[in-house]
């Protein structure tokens, strides 16, 4: 599978935004999905998780509550709403996505990386 993050920009804090994932060459739902990102001079660190149902989804705690992550097998796309976001949340976000199969968990080896957007929050 190939996919391709897109969505990102300048923002100011406290509005929202979304990103979204496009992904072809294989069906979507087929694959658990997930967001991670990587602020300037940091470690790329998980964001959040989606199961390839959608029923299940993961977060990481400084993102709970604030940021919502859901996709649309139908149209090979996931999305994530960053929802009040801060300065602190500007980095590169990237999806990735592995075949589903196991136990869900959101922070684990995913197997396919597309490019990532990058989200800059302004104060």
């Known amino acids: 599978v190939q996919l391709q993050a897109s969505g990102g920009g300048l923002v100011q804090a406290g509005h929202s935004l979304t990103l979204y994932c496009t992904a072809s060459?294989?069906?979507?739902?087929?694959?658990?999905m997930a967001w991670f990102r990587q602020a300037p001079g940091k470690e790329r660190e998980f964001v959040a998780a989606?199961?390839?149902?959608?029923?299940?989804?993961d977060y990481a705690d400084f993102v709970r509550g604030r940021f919502t992550i859901s996709r649309d097998n139908a149209k090979n796309t996931g999305f994530l709403q960053l929802n009040s976001p801060n300065p602190e949340d500007t980095a590169v976000y990237s999806c990735?996505?592995?075949?589903?199969?196991?136990?869900?968990?959101?922070?684990?080896?995913?197997?396919?990386w597309g490019q990532g957007t990058e989200v800059t929050v302004s104060s």
């Open positions: 989606i199961s390839a149902s959608g029923r299940s989804t």
């Open positions: 060459g294989s069906p979507f739902g087929l694959y658990d």
């Open positions: 990735a996505a592995t075949l589903s199969g196991g136990t869900f968990y959101g922070d684990r080896y995913y197997a396919y």
